[in-house]
């Protein structure tokens, strides 16, 4: 789901009202000047203010100021000037591409939104996890606190309802795989299609060089969880630095392959 700023969120009604009437007021003022302006152009600052509204990250405002700039174009700079009617078949044309550019427009910006928003998140699961490896592998933090908090990193990245840590021994049916596929009872599993299984844990293994130093075990019993490929890699890419700060503990100190459970 789109993150909205909390300010516009807690005003919602307003900048969707504010959305659809300053394309209103823009027609109006471009209406006393439309003997020098040419529609196209108008139609360009149209565009700018729907921009705008989608910037906020409501689709609402955004197509709002679409729906508006259209109507208004028409009413205030296509003849018959000050009615809802258009006899130019350029200005229709110009009409319509407006509304259709609009829409497409406010679909890019909240598109562009998500995968900044998106790209943020990895990024910022990403840093947390290696500066806690980094305090791990020079003595500063212990393992137990680097598998907790990538423990609740995964859940939150996955939206699953569990995650423990511990040694690997008792089978379970289902594997996340260290290229993003998973596998459940030995065959391949669509996770896109299927979601997260949800009568089993999910194995993610945590190696290192090879070597395995336990796993994690996924719970996702309550619903259907259909996680993309980038948040499979991300939580493989925290379990790689789990396993590299094991690896670096494990040869500092003399310290057991795997952690303690989670």
């Known amino acids: 789901m789109m993150q909205v700023d909390p300010i516009l969120q807690a005003h919602r009604g307003l900048v969707i009202s504010i959305a659809a009437v300053v ?18 152009n108008a139609a360009l600052v149209l565009v700018l203010l729907i921009v705008a509204a989608a910037a906020s990250g409501m689709r609402a405002a955004g197509l709002a100021a ?6 208004w174009f028409d009413f205030f700079l296509t003849a018959p000037y000050t ?19 609009g829409l497409a427009v406010t679909e890019i910006a909240l598109w562009g939104r998500r995968q900044q928003a998106r790209a943020s998140r990895e990024r910022g699961y990403l840093d947390g996890v290696l500066t806690t490896a980094a305090a ?6 212990s393992t137990s606190s680097l598998i907790d908090g990538v423990r609740e990193q995964i859940v939150e990245v996955l939206q ?13 049916l289902a594997t996340l795989n260290n290229d993003a596929t998973m596998t459940y009872d030995g ?12 009568d089993t844990e999910i194995a993610l293994l945590v190696q290192s060089a090879g070597v395995s130093r ?4 996924l719970t996702a019993a309550t619903r259907i969880v259909r996680p993309t490929v980038e948040q499979l890699r991300v939580v493989i890419a925290l379990s790689d630095q789990v ?20």
């Open 23 to 40: 394309p209103l007021a823009a027609c109006a003022v471009l209406g006393v000047f439309r003997d020098s302006i040419a529609n196209t």
């Open 66 to 71: 679409a729906v508006s700039s259209a109507v």
């Open 83 to 101: 009615q809802f009617a258009i006899t130019d078949p350029a200005d229709v044309e110009t009409d319509v591409l407006l509304l259709l550019v």
């Open 136 to 141: 791990v592998g020079t003595g500063r933090s």
């Open 160 to 172: 699953v309802d569990d995650c423990r840590f511990d040694d690997g021994t008792v089978p379970v």
């Open 187 to 198: 065959k391949p599993y669509d996770v896109r299609r299927n979601g997260l299984p949800t």
């Open 214 to 217: 336990g796993r994690f075990l």
């Open 243 to 262: 396993g590299a700060a094991l690896s670096a503990a494990s040869h500092r100190e003399g310290e057991p392959p795997a952690g303690a459970a989670g």
